[in-house]
């Protein structure tokens, strides 16, 4: 994929698969030129871990199993716009699934609820509040969703999990199936993402890994 197709493709569908012919460590920069992208960045690795960990990872809470659609760092006040993640590890059967949310496909009253009602994000430190939607800004549009930890602050807000199931219900989902080094870039206000179950032990996946950079 071409730097013109990489763009292209993560303005019509959300996500790029990049093929970068470089070591680990000159993909941040490489991507940052192709965004023409100034915010900071910062990066971790993502592995498989037992649940009950005592974090608030979600792998803590879901162990190998699937993780729920989501948006990446969405209890910060500003989460990170673009995430690149590329797979370290040697075992390929555990996908992520991508799915871009449009506008166009969501319910009008479902979508006046994620712009209007107000919840809590309450991982890690301090709880921030925010709508689930966010649009109109020079910024372009921004949905917000970690179904484990959001919680409504009034009693009769709607069920904003059961509305991104909806919607996510009327959208395209892109499937992702990981082999060494693959790099998928997405714009982590557009996309929400999640996995698919794991097969095996906990010991026998230890060697599937992510690093994952956040582009701010």
Not at 154 to 169: E, K, L, M, Q, Y
Not at 198 to 203: R, T, V
Request: positive net charge; contains cysteine.
């Amino acid at each position: 994929m071409t730097d013109l197709d990489a763009l292209l493709s993560l303005r019509s569908t959300g996500t790029a698969t990049l093929d970068l012919d470089c070591p680990s460590e000159e993909v941040v920069p490489k991507v940052r030129r192709l965004l023409s992208h100034g915010g900071r960045t910062r990066s971790d690795r993502i592995y498989l871990r037992e649940k009950g960990g005592g974090t608030s990872h979600y792998s803590d809470v879901f162990g190998a199993g699937a993780f729920p659609f989501h948006t990446d760092f969405a209890f910060e006040r500003r989460p990170p716009r673009y995430v690149i993640l590329q797979f370290s590890g040697s075992e390929s059967d555990r996908p992520t699934l991508f799915c871009k949310l449009d506008l166009k496909t969501i319910d009008v009253d479902d979508r006046k609820a994620l712009r209007d009602q107000v919840w809590e994000f309450r991982r890690p430190g301090p709880s921030m509040r925010a709508t689930l939607l966010r649009e109109g800004s020079a910024d372009g549009l921004m949905v917000r969703l970690d179904p484990v930890y959001m919680r409504p602050l009034s009693r009769d807000a709607g069920d904003g999990v059961a509305i991104f199931a909806r919607w996510v219900a009327k959208s395209k989902i892109e499937v992702v199936h990981w082999v060494p080094n693959k790099i998928v870039l997405f714009d982590n206000w557009r996309v929400v993402h999640a996995r698919g179950s794991a097969s095996g032990s906990i010991g026998r996946l230890s060697n599937r890994s992510f690093v994952r950079t956040l582009l701010y």
